[in-house]
């Protein structure tokens, strides 16, 4: 039986300790390009690897081997951020960004993770507020990448990126606050998968454009069971495609699990038109 989409993207994410990162972030794409190949993309992600791995010396060292990787990436293949489309879908699609070698820090993270671990790194990705990052430990500490360019991050560099985001928390919230390591833990396959979908779910809802973003809140319901708020959206992208009935049950559902909730009333308003919509003749 051959799976859907949707079925596939579910079984690859069904358990904690073995989603795989590149492939699960790979099939994102196939929502808005049903008929990318998969296995064109991993061979020549396989491909590129191999071609590193032959340049590396037997003996080298992870610094030998970052250093390499990173030369690799960013000059000699021309990855590179896509500043002048930021907000283009593409940019998430990791078969556009390996195509167009252009992406943005969270798609450029995940194929540069891919070959460092095909190559014996254990790069990680980190999920740092405003721009995601990579890390690689090494005897000597770790190494914070970002993945725009390669730089090596220094501890000011970090702070100073993080300090309009504390700024801006602090305006809402009294807690205390957290030191720069809590910023710099490595992300969790799942977490990064959610950042992914989350940046295009605000790309599509900027532009109002419902079917991708309900094909977007389909794979957030899977990917985060448990977070009521994504059935609520996508409840919110049915009703805007006219799904009277299933966006009756998606926000009757949040509904009852959050009755209390600040957006409640609003959503309790949109009930009744949507269930006059389910009494009118097709």
Do not use: C
Not at 97 to 118: K, M, N, Y
Not at 251 to 272: G, K, T, W
């Amino acid at each position: 039986m051959t799976l859907t989409s949707l079925e596939y993207f579910a079984s690859l994410v069904r358990q904690d300790d073995s989603i795989p990162l590149f492939e699960s972030a790979l099939t994102l794409g196939q929502d808005f390009y049903p008929e990318m190949d998969f296995g064109e993309q991993e061979v020549e992600l396989d491909n590129l690897a191999l071609k590193l791995r032959d340049r590396l010396p037997t003996d080298a060292s992870q610094i030998q081997k970052l250093r390499m990787l990173n030369h690799f990436f960013f000059q000699e293949m021309a990855f590179a951020g896509n500043i002048n489309n930021y907000y283009d879908p593409d940019n998430s699609y990791l078969h556009r960004v390996i195509a167009t070698r252009r992406g943005i820090p969270i798609s450029l993270a995940v194929v540069f993770i891919e070959l460092a671990q095909q190559v014996g790194l254990d790069m990680k990705g980190v999920s740092f507020p405003g721009h995601f990052l990579m890390k690689l430990s090494v005897q000597s500490g770790e190494i914070v990448l970002d993945p725009m360019n390669g730089s090596s991050l220094s501890r000011e560099e970090l702070e100073e990126r993080l300090e309009p985001y504390l700024e801006r928390q602090q305006e809402h919230e009294d807690d205390d606050e957290l030191p720069l390591a809590a910023y710099l833990r490595a992300a969790h396959p799942r977490e990064i998968l959610a950042r992914m979908l989350r940046n295009l779910k605000a790309i599509f809802m900027e532009s109002q454009r419902w079917q991708q973003v309900l094909d977007v809140q389909e794979r957030l319901v899977i990917l985060l069971p448990e977070e009521v708020t994504e059935r609520r959206d996508r409840g919110l992208a049915r009703a805007n495609l006219g799904l009277a009935q299933a966006a009756l049950e998606d926000l009757e559902a949040y509904l009852a699990l959050r009755p209390q909730a600040e957006d409640a009333e609003s959503l309790r308003d949109m009930l009744p038109d949507l269930r006059e919509a389910l009494r009118r003749p097709n």
